[in-house]
């Protein structure tokens, strides 16, 4: 087989067996296009990816590559004035010829390329030489007789993307309550709604720890009061911080985090926040007169929403 030497990096080129899946052309006396004078010939059009399209064959190159031993090959899309304002069609295009001696195609892809109204079309300036084509043991000329094949895959555009937008609160919040009869509160407690960043929170306790902390420690959770009722590609983002003060030696104890919350996550805390051991140790002060004082710090509240784009 003769050296068939591809300079365009943006080809893909492999042989295979099975014939071009949109549209064959069987040229029988092909030296006569040339000598005709006759400098590219138009196929018929044919369908692929819902639209229509031409094959066009320069026996002696196009344009500036005419004239530099090279067969020319471009696929054109067709019927344009039948298509939308400012239409766009983005295709991979492979074009063949068919090796008669050995019963299989010689192919040749080249990379997606836009289809528009100042471009519709576009091809491969040097798809072969003359020298591998008209070679007979390459089996591409055969009788002055060859055959080329076209290959058309439209990448269909998503109608669907997305816009991401975040917006950082500057509101800070930062409030204590006294929670009294402490020890008669019951399994959990709520505190009333406070608004921040635009958005519903509330305090929510386990006086006696939560399912898997029951009996073993306090547990306190900030609750996201709208985040229920978020859709899918919403979330609002705080960094938190959760205090329950030392009533007689000042300090308190603080634990912080940042999270993200959402549809799935609409309350986020700690589950062990301090042992109910030392919660009801009265050297530590925490529990006095059955009261605690817990207070809650916000800041930095980021809005974060995905919105459809068509």
Same mark, same amino acid.
């Given at each position: 087989m003769g050296s068939l030497a591809f300079e365009d990096e943006e080809m893909t080129v492999e042989v295979r067996e099975a014939s071009p899946a949109h549209y064959l052309l069987k040229v029988e006396s092909f030296s006569l296009l040339s000598e005709s004078g006759i400098e590219k010939f138009e196929s018929n059009e044919f369908e692929a990816g819902g639209y229509k399209w031409k094959m066009i064959i320069y026996p002696d190159g196009k344009g500036s590559d005419k004239g530099s031993e090279h067969i020319s090959v471009y696929l054109a899309i067709s019927r344009t004035s039948f298509l939308p304002a400012g239409w766009e069609v983005n295709a991979i295009f492979t074009f063949f010829v068919f090796n008669q001696l050995r019963d299989n195609y010689l192919s040749v892809r080249g990379k997606m390329r836009r289809f528009q109204p100042i471009k519709s079309l576009w091809g491969l300036p040097k798809f072969l030489s003359h020298g591998t084509f008209k070679e007979s043991s390459n089996g591409y000329l055969v009788d002055d007789k060859c055959?080329?094949?076209?290959? *058309?895959?439209?990448? %269909?555009? %998503?109608?669907?993307?997305?816009?991401?937008? #975040?917006? /950082? =609160?500057?509101? =800070?919040? /930062?409030?204590?309550?006294?929670?009294c009869n402490f020890s008669n509160l019951g399994e959990d407690w709520f505190s009333e709604e406070f608004t921040v960043g635009d958005y519903k929170w509330k305090l929510w306790l386990y006086p006696k720890g939560n399912v898997k902390n029951k009996g073993r420690n306090i547990s306190i959770f900030l609750c996201s009061v709208d985040a229920k009722d978020f859709d899918r590609h919403q979330k609002v983002k705080a960094n938190c911080n959760i205090c329950l003060k030392d009533q007689i030696n000042g300090g308190c104890k603080k634990l912080s985090?940042?999270?993200?919350? =959402?549809?799935?996550?609409?309350?986020?805390?700690?589950?062990?926040? #301090?042992?109910?051991?030392?919660?009801?140790? %009265? /050297?530590?002060?925490?529990?006095?007169?059955?009261?605690?004082?817990?207070?809650?710090?916000?800041?930095?509240?980021?809005?974060? =929403? *995905? /919105?459809s784009l068509s």
């Open positions: 055959v080329f094949g076209a290959e *058309v895959f439209v990448v %269909q555009r %998503q109608p669907i993307g997305e816009c991401l937008s #975040m917006v /950082k =609160s500057n509101d =800070s919040f /930062k409030r204590e309550w006294k929670i985090y940042c999270i993200w919350f =959402s549809t799935t996550r609409v309350n986020w805390g700690f589950p062990g926040f #301090m042992p109910l051991t030392e919660l009801h140790d %009265q /050297k530590k002060g925490y529990l006095v007169n059955d009261c605690i004082v817990v207070e809650v710090e916000l800041e930095g509240v980021f809005k974060h =929403s *995905v /919105k």
